[in-house]
């Protein structure tokens, strides 16, 4: 069993920076995909970013790309989002997910473990 615990939300303005962390227990190691999605009020759940499990390759939602960036250290069992220039539209809740498989993906279904989820809120 794996379990994840989200850190670092909060309330910032827009143009500012927040950096989101994910703490991984269990059985992770660099044969475990990793991903960050959200879920803003009244809206489904969607992609923000993923990496794989050796960390060489990532993929982002067109809306976060050039503004987020994703990274891991298997060593300390951690994801990492780092998170400029933030806009009002980022506020959502944010979730860790973890895949039982190396590769990234950015389809919802295909993640077998999440986090309880991190509040993000963007003021204009």
């Known amino acids: 069993q794996v379990q994840l615990v989200e850190s670092g939300g909060g309330l910032v303005q827009a143009g500012g920076s927040l950096t989101l962390s994910c703490l991984a227990s269990g059985r992770t190691s660099s044969n475990y995909a990793m991903g960050w999605f959200r879920q803003a009020p009244g809206k489904e759940r969607e992609f923000v970013a993923t990496i794989s499990g050796n960390g060489g390759k990532t993929d982002y939602a067109d809306s976060v790309k050039g503004r987020f960036t994703i990274s891991r250290d298997n060593a300390k069992n951690t994801v990492t989002l780092q998170m400029n220039s933030l806009k009002p539209d980022d506020t959502a809740v944010y979730y860790c997910?973890?895949?039982?498989?190396?590769?990234?993906?950015?389809?919802?279904?295909?993640?077998?473990?999440w986090g309880q989820g991190t509040q993000v809120t963007v003021s204009s």
């Open positions: 997910a973890a895949r039982r498989a190396p590769f990234v993906t950015a389809t919802m279904i295909r993640y077998d473990y």
